[in-house]
């Protein structure tokens, strides 16, 4: 590709969740509920158009080497509890923090009484290392499946905490 030549990559994720979009939303949003699931830490949300939005990494993550902010960004629309629209920039590697912000898009649909459809849509435009490691297919994860574990994650979370 040459430097002119710009290629538009959106990754898109789904789940079904037996939950309200209120938990949902909860779960994504708090501080209290992302401890519970995905990468060791958890997500702090300035819930504002241009509020902050860090991924606080575990003490025993930092001590292995990760930096203490694992992931930064900033929140550019959100509409509770269907819908939280942020910018993400991955920060534990030089090469994908090169790559620059990606805007990531949270959906949430409720199916029927009982279930709601959860999207996540990431813009990996230009940033083939970014887009690598989201799917779980980047040796520097080391095991780590990207989108695919976290909401897998959040999944069994939500549910075992419904039953």
Not at 6 to 16: L, P
Request: aromatic fraction near 10%; hydrophobic fraction near 40%.
């Amino acid at each position: 590709m040459s430097p002119t030549t710009t290629e538009t990559v959106v990754q898109k994720y789904r789940v079904y969740i037996k939950a309200t979009a209120d938990a949902i939303w909860e779960a994504i949003t708090s501080k209290e509920w992302s401890e519970r699931y995905g990468y060791p830490g958890h997500n702090e949300y300035d819930l504002r158009p241009g509020g902050a939005f860090r991924a606080v990494m575990a003490p025993e993550v930092v001590a292995a080497g990760a930096p203490e902010i694992g992931v930064d960004g900033e929140v550019v629309e959100f509409d509770p509890p269907h819908r939280l629209v942020q910018t993400w920039r991955f920060l534990f590697n030089p090469e994908v923090e090169a790559e620059g912000f990606r805007r990531v898009t949270w959906e949430i649909v409720d199916e029927n009484n009982d279930y709601c459809r959860l999207t996540v849509t990431h813009d990996v435009s230009d940033a083939p290392v970014t887009a690598a490691m989201l799917e779980g297919s980047d040796p520097l994860l080391h095991g780590g499946g990207g989108w695919n574990w976290i909401l897998s994650t959040l999944k069994t979370e939500l549910e075992a905490a419904n039953r």
